[in-house]
């Protein structure tokens, strides 16, 4: 049963009539890509562009869910130094912020980074969300701006936090042998999947005659694609949870990682509530790095968090924190908790160099 705000359930019902509009005009189907991006960026409904809030420790603040600079400071703090080192390298003084959320990360960017840094650019689609951003960064106004796309041109740092998985994917579903392409039918009153035949594939082979549902990753590789074209010096800094190639088409994952977030609750449910929950899928590291070096970047190196920030200092930051700062970092780090399942990948235009932080435990070698 759905409980919902009278606002809320008004926000659900003007995207569920969106969505069915769009369903009409395509001959009663929309590949689950193109749902999955109203569902969560049509502007003022979607679920990025309406005004509820999302990033929150706990439920009773209203939130959804918590990312990690949310949990703790120490993780922005651990961040810039791995950014501090790509600013030095490559000569630039920028950094580049996509899907900024609460504003938290560029918080702790900006203050630890203090005068190497001469601005901060935060790519963001949500209006609510910039506004939110505007009064929490208000200290650092004169360094921080907004901008909707990205330009053709860029130099500096781009920091990317739980932002690929929030990218529209295709769904496929492998019946009886024979794949299909999972869409969206019906109308405002209730949507339903169906399933169509199609000529796409997973990039790896999934072992076995059972049946299967995935994700394929082509925008989030298209982004990638687009970076690469358009940053002419530094690097780009990824963190996100997501599998390279051999876990993601694991013969045992039959039901993909598709997954919705509210209320601090996950449910599988995308098509339910659209605009009042997030809906994300596991990054497929292996499909991004190759979408990197086909464009012409370097992988710097793809690692899990928990060894990305201990090799940039994470405990020596944490010397001076008290019991509650400790025991939110454990939650950066612990194998059960966000240290396993969450991966940085590093990117960078021209030559290779030795990052921070993939000292020890560099695992692209597994992509």
Known sequence: MSLMSDKEASVTSALAALIARAIARDGGWL????????????????????????????????????????????????????????????????????????????????????????????????????????????????????????PQRLRGVVVGNEVLDAMPVKLLHRIGGAWHERGVAGGSEGFRFEDRPTELRPPAEVEGAHDYLTEIHPQAQAFIRTLADRLEAGAAFFLDYGFPEREYWHPQRHMGTLMCHRGHLADADPLGDVGSKDITAHVDFTGIALAAQE????????????????????????????????????????????????KVVGLAPGAFWDALGFARGDRTSRL
């Open 31 to 150: 590949p689950f890509d193109r749902f999955m991006a109203l569902a969560l960026y049509a502007p003022g409904l979607g679920y990025y562009a309406n005004a509820s809030r999302k990033f929150g420790a706990l439920p009773s603040s209203g939130s959804d869910f918590v990312t990690a600079p949310e949990l703790t400071p120490l993780f922005g703090r651990a961040l810039a130094r791995q950014v501090g080192q790509a600013l030095q390298v490559s000569g630039t003084d920028e950094i580049w912020e996509f899907g900024a959320g609460s504003g938290a990360l560029a918080e702790q960017l900006l203050e630890a980074l203090g005068p190497a840094l001469a601005r901060y650019t935060i790519v963001d689609l949500s209006g609510s969300l910039r506004e939110r951003q505007q009064q929490r960064l208000k200290d650092h106004a004169g360094k921080v701006r907004w901008v909707s796309e990205l």
């Open 295 to 342: 464009a012409g970047l370097a992988v710097l190196g793809y690692t899990s968090q928990a060894h990305f920030l201990f090799n940039c200092g994470l405990l020596e930051l944490a010397a001076d924190a008290g019991p509650a700062q400790h025991a939110a970092m454990q939650k950066l780090v612990n194998e059960h908790e966000m240290g396993e399942l969450f």
